[in-house]
Structure formats: C-alpha cells, structure tokens
C-alpha cells in the first residue's frame, strides 16, 4: 500500500476521490493491524452527558443554532449533571463527557464548580468538556479544576469551506487557536470533521487530515454530515457510511495511536454503522448518560438514534454491539496510548 502520511495535499485527495482505489483492501487490513498493535481489541466507553442545547452561535449545519425557533431549549442543573455522573458510575463508566452548545450561562465560574464537584466525587474517573471556543484562561481554569481532556472539532480545516459552513463572527483561525492553546495547557486534545458536509471536496478533507498531521490530537472525532430540517442546510444530501469508514480507516494508519469514536451518526445512517467503523480502525463508543426527557432536544441532526433509550439501554445495547463485532468493550479510562505511557512514566 502507498504511504499515506508521505503524501501531498493532491495525492491525499485523489486517494480519498478514487474511494482508496486499489488500495482498499490493504488499508483496512492496516487499520486494523495498527488498532490492534495500540489498543488490542478494547473498545472503550465514554459517559455523555449532553447538559445545555443553548448556543451562541448560529452555525449552518446544527439544530440547536441560535436562530432556530423550533429547539426547545434545556439546561441541566449541577445537581442533574452529577446525577447521571452518579448513574454512569453504576454502569461502570470511567470517563464522562459534559457536551453542550457554547452557553454563556455556564461561566468559567459555573463550569469550574460542577468540574471540581465531579473531580471530587470521582477521583478515579476522566472528565472530558466539550463547550466550544473560548479564552486560553479559561481552558486553564477548567484543567486545573480536574478537566482532562476537551473535545472541539475543528469542522474543517480550510479556510473557504470553513466560512461557508458558519456565521462571519466566527473565524477558522480562532477555532484553530484553541486547538493548540488546549495542546500547550495539557489536555487530552480532540479534534474532527464532518464527512460530507455541504461545498466539500476531497481536497478539501485532505486539507483536514494534514492539519490532523500537524496538531497530533489524542483524538478525532468524525461522522457523516446528516442535516436538520430547521437549519440553512435542512435540504442538503447527508455524508455517506462508505467515505466515512475511508477516513476512518486513514485516520487510523496516520494517527495509529488516536482514540476514534464509532459515533451515533454512522449509526444513523446505518444500523449496523457503529460495527462497520469499529472494524475500520475506530476504538470508542459513547453511550448517552443524559435524561431521556431531555435528548429529543439536543438534536444537532435529524432522524438521530437513541434519544429514548435509558441509560443503562443504552450500556448494554452498545455492549452487546461491540462483542458480536468482535472486540471488547472496556470500562476503564481509555486514555491515550502515550499520554497513558507518559503518566505512567512519572509515577513514584
């Protein structure tokens, strides 16, 4: 197989264009191969706690932008979030994500309170955040509160595309700049993309993955764009499964050690979604920890699934998912591969 991390932004997009050509085949067998050398067959668990669907922005692609009328809007309480923290704990999760939309109720002041409740509570578990763009000071503030990791796809990586993805007051140079300001703090850093989303070429997600070269991030969040009926893009086609399990795959051999999640839209597009991506090279499930009153609100796209499932629904149904594909789902931390080899190194 070519040597996918030696190629130029041109070679990139012709591979991604000619769906691997006759390279396919090879490319799985390595994704595969570099996910067992890394990670055996674990696939690990993360509790998600979807907290506030109020946002700021107005991105053209998300259902809880700040100009759609129809979302019926939430937020939860300190004493719910720790609730589901409690809960997820039962199930014997060991990372909960807190995701929301970029609500400026919940101040550096709000958030540094319920991190350190949660770090208090559960000194053995990791907590992800994942809240948008903000200040270098406030990532600072939240990691020293027992944040570990943070999540914030960077959507896309080029210029052009990113600014017709979203509004003018946000720019892809900011999103970026907190990106590397998260890096140089400490944390565990996600970044991703959406597969298919409108205006997208393929040299355009060969721009994501050099950028994904570059930042190194521990993890990489992609799906397949779906739309939402209330945003600018209600009308556009969705992302296919088939080019996202190819990105997956590339991901994989360029990134060998990153967490990749089998995310809830490739299961939307495709029941059996999640298994295809796990076989692909993607190595993490998030099973939803957040009321079901409240997930038929947090709907960033249409047609998602699991917005009724209780939570322990949801645990064992994802268990059972990922056994019958053939790996094994794993309930500790799931940090990665050498921030684990470097915390481990520095212990007494």
């Not at 769906?19 to 570099?34: K, P, S």
């Not at 997930?295 to 699934?305: S, V």
Request: aromatic share 10%; charged share 25%; with cysteine.
């Amino acid at each position: 197989m070519r040597n996918l991390s030696r190629m130029n932004r041109e070679e990139l997009a012709e591979f991604i264009r000619s769906g691997g050509g006759n390279d396919y085949e090879e490319l799985m067998q390595e994704a595969n191969r570099l996910r067992r050398i890394n990670y055996d067959r674990d696939v690990y668990t993360r509790g998600l706690i979807e907290f506030t669907n109020y946002c700021q922005n107005d991105c053209l692609y998300c259902g809880i932008r700040r100009s759609n009328p129809n979302a019926e809007r939430y937020r939860l309480t300190e004493s719910q979030i720790l609730e589901c923290c409690s809960l997820g704990r039962e199930l014997g999760y060991r990372t909960f994500v807190l995701q929301g939309g970029e609500d400026p109720y919940f101040t550096d002041e709000r958030l540094e309170r319920i991190v350190y409740a949660i770090r208090s509570t559960y000194p053995d578990c990791a907590i992800t955040l994942s809240v948008g763009e903000r200040s270098r000071e406030s990532y600072q503030r939240l990691y020293q509160a027992g944040a570990q990791r943070y999540l914030l796809r960077h959507e896309t990586a080029n210029d052009e595309h990113y600014r017709k993805l979203h509004p003018e007051a946000m720019s892809p140079e900011n999103r970026k700049r907190c990106l590397w300001d998260l890096r140089e703090i400490g944390y565990q850093v996600g970044a991703g993309f959406m597969v298919g989303s409108p205006y997208q070429t393929a040299e355009y997600l060969a721009d994501d993955l050099l950028f994904l070269q570059e930042l190194q991030p521990h993890m990489v969040g992609i799906g397949p764009f779906i739309p939402q009926k209330d945003t600018p893009f209600g009308t556009f086609s969705s992302g296919t499964l088939e080019q996202t399990i190819l990105m997956i795959a590339m991901l994989r051999v360029l990134l060998p050690g990153a967490l990749l999640p089998a995310t809830t839209a490739v299961g939307t597009l495709d029941p059996l979604g999640r298994e295809k991506v796990l076989k692909a090279g993607a190595n993490v499930v998030m099973p939803n920890l957040s009321p079901t009153d409240v997930r038929k609100k947090y709907l960033l796209y249409d047609n998602k699934i699991c917005t009724g499932d209780e939570a322990a629904e949801c645990r064992f149904c994802i268990q059972g998912r990922v056994e019958r594909a053939g790996f094994r789902l794993t309930v500790g931390r799931g940090d990665h591969v050498d921030w684990r080899k470097q915390h481990d190194a520095v212990k007494p």
